[in-house]
């Protein structure tokens, strides 16, 4: 017997998959920044930067930025 997916449910429920933090650097990547300028536009470094990022590409299971972006925006986790 085949177990069989609905693919009508979001595979993450809730705005609260990423931290406050993480919820900023999306955005400042959804508006095209870098790595270098999020970290001194939050004041932290840029390897703290990078962190968040790989956690975020996790968290919301895309290949890249781009495509976390992408996914972020079509499941209205910005504001």
Do not use: C, W
């Amino acid at each position: 017997m085949k177990t069989r997916i609905n693919r009508t449910v979001p595979f993450f429920v809730s705005r609260s998959i990423l931290s406050p933090r993480e919820k900023e650097i999306l955005e400042r990547m959804r508006d095209g920044k870098t790595d270098l300028e999020i970290s001194a536009i939050y004041t932290i470094s840029e390897y703290t930067v990078k962190f968040h990022i790989k956690h975020i590409l996790r968290k919301l299971q895309a290949s890249n930025r781009t495509h976390a972006v992408g996914i972020a925006m079509q499941k209205r986790l910005l504001d």
